[in-house]
């Protein structure tokens, strides 16, 4: 009687250790139903999630690429004459660099005699997307004019032509040589340009 106890015992042990065994064994390698509908061979919510990074990439990569693009590189020019223009269109397209300017007129400003004025014209060589802001500095004898930058000339996106009209130099102290150099930023893009070749033989009436 007690073996037969001991039988009944050892095969409901078997029974359950089986069934564990088996529920552990489907539940990690379970079948997962693949849905095809386009019958590629690769289930259908795979192939959304790599066609969605394929997306990603190609918006992250286009956007890197118009980015670049959207702004190109520019030329800054300056123009110096005793008379203004009429018309700022009429201003020469490639103007030779200022070497020599005859100095005529006297100007009283803040009590002092100054020849001039001149008008000094800084001009893009086109017209561009951005705003462009741009510092010109004058130097006497390479010395900075009053020992701080002199003029800004800011464009506007659109914008071609910025005038200053009150170029004067001293009377008393005038120099033999003036310097012009320009130091120009895209605001947008941040593109440079520097030019600080423009240098003037000043000649005394």
Same mark, same amino acid.
């Given at each position: 009687?007690?073996?037969?106890? *001991?039988?009944? +015992?050892?095969?409901?042990? =078997?029974?359950?250790?089986? %069934?564990? %065994? %088996?529920?552990?064994?489907?539940?990690?390698?379970?079948? /997962?139903?693949?849905?095809?509908?386009?019958?590629?061979? +690769?289930?259908?919510?795979?192939?959304?999630? /790599?066609?969605?990074?394929?997306? =990603?990439?190609? /918006?992250?990569?286009?956007?890197?690429?118009?980015?670049?693009?959207?702004?190109?590189?520019?030329?800054? &020019?300056?123009?110096?004459?005793?008379?203004?223009?009429?018309?700022?269109?009429?201003?020469? @397209?490639?103007?030779? &660099? =200022?070497?020599?300017?005859?100095?005529?007129?006297?100007?009283?400003?803040?009590?002092?005699?100054y020849y001039?004025?001149?008008?000094?014209?800084? *001009?893009?060589?086109?017209? *561009?997307?951005?705003?462009?802001?741009?510092?010109? @500095?004058?130097?006497?004898?390479?010395? +900075?004019?009053?020992? &701080?930058?002199?003029?800004?000339?800011?464009?506007?996106?659109?914008?071609?032509?910025?005038?200053?009209?009150?170029?004067?130099?001293?009377?008393?102290?005038?120099?033999?040589?003036?310097?012009y150099s320009?130091?120009?930023?895209?605001?947008?893009?941040?593109?440079?340009?520097?030019?600080?070749? *423009?240098?003037?033989?000043? +000649? &005394?009436?």
């Amino acid at each position: 009687m007690r073996r037969r106890n *001991y039988f009944i +015992i050892a095969v409901v042990v =078997i029974v359950v250790i089986g %069934f564990i %065994f %088996f529920s552990n064994s489907s539940k990690s390698t379970g079948h /997962v139903i693949c849905v095809d509908k386009n019958s590629n061979n +690769i289930c259908d919510d795979k192939e959304k999630n /790599v066609t969605a990074t394929a997306n =990603i990439t190609a /918006v992250e990569n286009t956007t890197a690429n118009s980015t670049a693009s959207e702004y190109k590189p520019y030329k800054v &020019k300056l123009f110096l004459t005793e008379q203004p223009l009429a018309n700022e269109s009429t201003l020469p @397209e490639n103007p030779d &660099k =200022i070497s020599v300017l005859t100095l005529g007129k006297i100007a009283l400003s803040d009590g002092k005699q100054y020849y001039g004025p001149y008008t000094l014209y800084t *001009y893009l060589d086109g017209v *561009y997307n951005e705003d462009i802001s741009c510092k010109v @500095e004058e130097f006497y004898d390479n010395i +900075i004019s009053g020992g &701080k930058s002199k003029y800004l000339a800011d464009f506007a996106a659109g914008q071609q032509t910025h005038t200053t009209n009150i170029i004067g130099y001293e009377m008393q102290g005038t120099p033999n040589e003036v310097k012009y150099s320009i130091d120009c930023t895209g605001v947008e893009s941040g593109i440079t340009f520097k030019d600080d070749s *423009y240098t003037v033989d000043l +000649i &005394k009436p």
